[in-house]
């Protein structure tokens, strides 16, 4: 999958591109953007798109927002060595934890803005999963710069959980929504990046994915199909009153070297949780494991599973252990 920086092509999202293309036009751009949505979408993809978009020189295009690959300002975003544009992305943290936004960062970031254009235009900073910039020092360290922008800059944060934002960085953000994609372009989409996977799968896929091309092609690298059985017998295993203490499923997403496959079963599983609550609350059949706790209950879980996932791999926890505890509290009474 390519990654967003470099990908020319946007699938959906046509409105937002509009709307950020008539904002940049009428001369009075807002300078900081939250582009929010769902993991995997394209909220990356358009914030690249926009920035390089900008660093062109504001071009007439369509599809909006275009800008040739083989120009020098896309093979320069593109390479990440464009001098006029910064990228704010997570990275390996202190002590062993992974995948946080750093103070540091967030300086040079706002340093980088308080300069002077090196190309006489804009200068753009993308801050990819601003949800990970969970310690207050470093939106803190943002949020003088989004009180008092500097002229012809713009900071576009691309979030997928802005209810971990301060308050006061989301209201001096103008906020763009992306909405899954659906099944029509998902399907057109999924043959490109899949090719290698049949229909039916893809077709598997993309439901579980809800619209997100990107956690699509994240499922099929993980073996999400698989993995969402193991959701499924887990949950079944409560209907016979069992404890689903899967020992042979903590191993298998412990070893998993990327990680992917642990973060997978823990979305798949709170997927299920909160798509049999979404059922009983509409007074719908749900699921035979639903009656196991009450449905306040099961909120409860779903939280606390999200919880303990994120902080697992935030600080780099035992995943086996994590996995073991998570199954242990689906059956405790």
């Known amino acids: 999958m390519i990654e967003p920086r470099g990908n020319p092509d946007l699938v959906g999202h046509e409105e937002q591109a509009r709307a950020l293309e008539q904002a940049a036009r009428s001369g009075r751009l807002h300078h900081a953007w ?14 690249w798109r926009f920035a390089r978009w900008l660093l062109a020189g504001l071009p007439k ?12 300002v896309f093979r320069r975003v593109a390479a990440d060595t464009h001098a006029d544009c910064f990228t704010l992305e997570p990275g390996t943290g202190d002590r062993g934890t992974k995948r946080v936004l750093r103070v540091e960062d967030a300086r040079d970031a706002v340093r980088f803005l308080t300069q ?21 020092a470093v ?3 943002l949020l003088k710069t989004l009180e008092e922008p500097p002229p012809r800059t713009v900071l576009l944060l691309v979030c997928s959980a802005p209810q971990r934002l301060l308050p006061t960085i989301r209201s001096r953000c103008r906020r763009l929504d992306l909405n899954p994609l659906p099944d029509e372009a998902m399907e057109t989409l999924l043959a490109r ?23 699509a092609v994240a499922l ?7 993995l969402q059985a193991m959701v499924e017998k887990s949950l079944s295993a409560l209907e016979k009153g069992e404890a689903p203490r899967d020992h042979a499923l903590a191993d298998r997403l412990a070893m998993d070297r990327t990680g992917g496959a642990f ?13 049999a609550l979404g059922e009983a609350a509409r007074g719908r059949a749900a699921p035979a ?23 697992t791999e935030r600080l780099n926890l035992d995943r086996k252990q994590a996995v073991l505890t998570g199954l242990t509290w689906l059956a405790r009474p």
């Not at 973060?263 to 798509?275: M, T, W």
Request: aromatic share 6%.
């Open 193 to 215: 990046l899949l090719p290698d996977s049949g229909r039916t799968d893809r077709a598997r896929l993309a439901a579980l994915a809800q619209g997100s091309p990107g956690r």
């Open 263 to 275: 973060g997978i079963f823990f979305s798949l599983l709170r997927g299920a949780i909160a798509s």
């Open 34 to 47: 939250l582009i929010a949505g769902p993991p995997g979408i394209g909220k990356a993809t358009l914030a």
């Open 220 to 226: 099929a690298e993980a073996g999400g199909i698989e």
């Open 289 to 311: 494991w639903l009656a196991r706790h009450p449905l306040a209950v099961w909120a409860s879980l779903w939280d606390r599973l999200g919880t303990l996932a994120d902080d």
């Open 116 to 136: 002077t254009a090196a190309e006489g235009g804009w200068r753009v900073v993308v801050m990819d999963e601003a949800e990970r910039a969970d310690q207050a």
């Open 61 to 72: 295009s369509e599809p909006p927002l275009f800008v040739d690959p083989a120009s020098a």
């Open 139 to 141: 939106q803190n360290t």
